[in-house]
């Protein structure tokens, strides 16, 4: 069974840099056809794209965040982390891990983490 835990800390200082783990059980994240994704949704808005990290440990990036964000992987502990710099108040938003996967039809997310709720206030 496929699992995505979100952690981090809730609350977060202007200018400083955000910083998410997420751990991923039942699958490896070296697994080829997966990439792993972290979207946001701010409050009262929709679902904004941050970025992804590919199997072979490539990332890319939203090109509004692009300058401020950071995807890597622990493989040795089966878990992804996104850093997101100089983090204003519009950077508060529930940060979701999500898996991305293709097939033959495409591109797909199916499995999804609870999500964390990250305020930034001073």
């Known amino acids: 069974q496929v699992q995505l835990q979100e952690s981090g800390p809730g609350l977060v200082k202007p200018s400083q840099t955000l910083s998410l783990t997420c751990t991923v059980s039942?699958?490896?994240?070296?697994?080829?056809?997966?990439?792993w994704t972290w979207i946001r949704q701010p409050p009262g808005k929709g679902l904004e794209w941050i970025g992804v990290?590919?199997?072979?440990?490539?990332?890319f990036y939203s090109p509004s965040l692009k300058s401020r964000t950071s995807i890597s992987r622990d493989t040795s502990k089966n878990q992804i982390s996104l850093q997101l710099a100089s983090v204003t108040p519009e950077d508060t938003a529930v940060y979701y891990c999500?898996?991305?996967?293709?097939?033959?039809?495409?591109?797909?997310?199916?499995?999804w983490g609870k999500g964390t709720q990250v305020t930034v206030s001073s």
């Open positions: 999500v898996r991305l996967y293709s097939d033959t039809y495409g591109y797909g997310m199916d499995y």
């Open positions: 990290i590919v199997y072979d440990a490539s990332p």
């Open positions: 039942g699958v490896s994240i070296t697994a080829s056809t997966y990439g």
